[in-house]
């Protein structure tokens, strides 16, 4: 079974660039997440989807970062325009839904983004 | 809201060395538990995983007991080897909420050395 596919791997922009990651989830994984990796922390929830819907943005910084699921499979993570503390690993990762306590999300290999 | 607190690395230990990683939380609710390991240059693989009080998660030589009253999820593993030198994350989800995002600790590195 294919995993969780992200691209690009690194991305390096200037501030106030502008930039797009893409993520395909594991075939049939109705919940989505993108995570933000800063070196040295654990990941941040960005915003979670189920299906095409979100579930939980409450952490995304509106102002700058946007992300989408149509037809509920790839998503579009993208951040207009970028700050040089944007610089972090993105992680996408996957889930099945309603699978019950303990679901197991499975991570793709990530995007690292540095702001110059 | 919840949180995971985990030692701070890097742990340092010899071939076969007998390993603690020591996890706490705080939540809200009964949350999952969780290991999660990431190898140089790989993504984040679940580890381990342990559901409600007492369960015991284990995988690759590696255990972890959920501890509801010390609210704690120590991950250990009695001989350690040079594969096993990896970042290794702490995380708990709140399947009550509905969200189920994973929080995660800062993450503890493991250096094994032969």
């Known amino acids: 079974e294919a995993g969780v596919a992200q691209s690009p791997r690194y991305k390096i922009i200037e501030k106030r660039q502008s930039v797009a990651f893409w993520c395909n989830p594991i075939s049939g994984h109705a919940t989505l997440y993108w995570y933000q990796q800063i070196l040295g922390q654990g990941p941040k929830l960005l915003i979670q989807?189920?299906?095409?819907?979100?579930?939980?943005d409450s952490q995304l910084p509106k102002d700058r970062f946007s992300a989408e699921r149509l037809k509920g499979v790839d998503s579009t993570l993208k951040i207009q325009p970028a700050k040089l503390e944007d610089s972090a690993v993105y992680l996408c990762?996957?889930?099945?839904?309603?699978?019950?306590?303990?679901?197991?999300?499975?991570f793709g290999p990530g995007t690292r983004l540095l702001v110059l | 809201g919840n949180s995971v607190t985990q030692m701070e690395g890097p742990v340092t230990l010899s071939e076969e060395a007998f390993l603690t990683i020591n996890c706490t939380y705080t939540?809200?609710?009964?949350?999952?538990l969780f290991w999660y390991v990431q190898y140089p240059g790989e993504g984040l693989q679940l580890l381990l995983k342990?559901?409600?009080?007492?369960d015991k998660g284990s995988n690759k030589g590696f255990e972890a007991t959920y501890r509801k009253e010390t609210t704690s999820f120590h991950l250990e593993k009695g001989s350690v080897q040079v594969s096993d030198s990896a970042v290794y994350f702490c995380?708990?989800?709140?399947f009550g909420t509905g969200r189920r995002a994973l929080t995660f600790g800062s993450g503890t590195r493991l250096q094994v050395q032969p």
């Open positions: 990762a996957s889930s099945l839904e309603a699978s019950g306590r303990g679901e197991t999300q499975y």
């Open positions: 995380a708990l989800s709140d």
């Open positions: 342990a559901t409600k009080a007492d």
């Open positions: 989807f189920q299906n095409n819907g979100v579930v939980d």
């Open positions: 939540a809200t609710g009964y949350p999952s």
